[in-house]
């Protein structure tokens, strides 16, 4: 794919001088510390900038705008900027861009999200917590204040950030910086600046200019907190047009040799980028947004800006690489808005190696021509999530993975003794289970009303082959090995139901008098769901999240004039014909349908009733063991000035998705559709 070049910066007869300032430092950094270390790299890279020392000027408007003479810029503005993703290098594990941020805001606008924002019923809701989001920002990492309307007023064209790898960089091997525009934006730039120099001082940071090779670059230093390891430094400069800021100078620096010296190991250059750029097809609409991610690389980084280590003795991530899943090289794409037909389309493609180690060919996930749920899901259904796996062939192929973190040899033992244990149900899953579970398997999401932490229910829905009914004498014997299950018939159909709820016994402990070490050790792992249930409906097995869910599904399957009210709506049928429009001759392998004025009432109404972080949905109760997130904390930004959701949920229109497994990856379309007319 061609990168578009960004708008041209039309010739100046005579161009304005950048205006300069100088700042008294106040703090010098020892040559022993990160920042002196950082110094002493940019003075071996020779005197490439001293040419433009002899080009920067002092400019004698009274008006100058303070702060914006702590920066040398350039005077020539005839040639087009250089695009972020020349200047930034090809260790970037994430990189996002938007190409021209003026576009990018007239069209956001246009989407029903982006009227939805701008909304006056919102109003109240954003005056009152637009400080305590800008907190969070600042709480990820990175202390300098940068807001929305900053992008609007301040940028003149492109806008990036990237996360850069630095592994040579011990005390802190990852760089964030940011590219942006700033072409005649002389004013706005130094009230930017005055700002960010206002709030560095409030958070009792200090300042300096650093001069080299021509570039000044104004550095603050914001104190550490007391449980924060991080180094808490933000780099300032302006150079030739465009402002940089980061939080390591290295990256100032090499931004601006890339500007005069084009680098030969920048992003764009490099051979994963331009290989995945290849695997995305646009259409003439321009792009508002564009990204590239490395998984793994990125995985690594995260975790070091966190500064924190699980407590588990398995690093997931080393596991994962060590099992060879950095064959999953990269995922690219863009976004346009307010199409003709679309709100928002997203068109990306996740690249991997034609050839798969074996425990990465888990991702087996062959094409199909259709992916349509079950007829008997109930019609106000919230979302559908459709995917094809070839699980059968999959499921020994996760030996790898579960014995590297088990330890040992472990798979196949567990599976041998699932079979031969005298007190459990003796199944055999390689001969009395694997061969009957089929390739299509489906999510169903549902909102039940009336709004509670509860509301949403999960239903895990598997096309299985077992014209003999083998499943269901499994299920039987599975059934009476577990203390906590019941089963009970609805007309044909039987309900098998588990419960992980037991009662806690009062146990008395005696001191040993020796240390103790229960600090050390790992809480038992409490059960995914305390109640579940499964069923199996016609040609499906049916997992439900809640075992009430089934009663309606049993409902549902016996009555024939209700089958497929789910694909007759209207909407669900615009997300139809949208995905057959783009999908490609290969069929699809994921299918989505997402009636977003239904799936998003839950969160929406938890939020707005400070209770989010108690949602009990599936996804939530996953989501809060693999980030290890505290339910219990109150929730941090409120939203009880926020509307009714009857009001707003008009916004939210429907959306959809399809991937093609292809055979270097997979390739993504996701949408939003428009608001009819």
Known sequence: MAIRPFPRIP???????RPIHRVTSRVVPSFSSPIARQRRWVARQGTWLNPLGAALKICSRAKALGLC???GLTVQAADPLPKAIDLF???????????????FLAQWGKTQLGLLAADERMKDFWSSQKEELQKRFASAGWQMSFKLEDLENLCSGQAAVGLISRPELTNKPFSLAVVIDVAERDEVLAKFLERVDEEMKAQKGTVETIETNGLQVKHYNVPKAASDARPRDTFIAVSKNQLFLADDLISIVEFAKAQTEPREDSLAKSSLYTRVQERIEHDEHPIEVEYFVQPLGIGKLLRSISGKKGKSQVDILKLLEEQGFGAILAAAGSVQLAKEDLDMHHQGFILREEELPESVQILDFPNQTALVPPAWIASNSASVMGFSWNFSEAFPKLRGIVNAYIGGEQFDRIIDEIKADPSGPQIDIRKEILPFIGQEFYAVTEIIEPITPESKRSLICIKI????????????RFS????????EDVGDYRIWKFSNEEEEEEVIEFSTGGDSNSDDEEEDEKPLLNKWAVCIVKDHFVFASNPDSLYKVI???TNE???GDFEKQESVQ????????LLSAEGMSFSEVDLADRSAEMQYELFRQGILPQSRSLMAIIAERVFKTDKSKPQEIQGEKLPPYDQVKEFFTPRGMIVRTEKDGWGIDAFILGKKK
């Open 561 to 563: 004039s209700i089958q």
């Open 555 to 557: 409902e549902n399957a």
């Open 69 to 71: 003479l702590a920066f």
């Open 465 to 476: 082959n077992d014209p003999e009914n083998k499943l269901y004498g499994v299920l039987n």
């Open 11 to 17: 010739r100046m007869e005579n161009p304005p001088v």
């Open 89 to 103: 290098p090809a260790q970037t594990q994430a990189f996002v861009a938007l190409p021209n941020s003026e576009t």
């Open 480 to 487: 009476k090995s577990e203390p906590d299950s019941t089963i």
């Open 574 to 581: 615009s997300i139809r014909a949208m995905q057959t429009k």
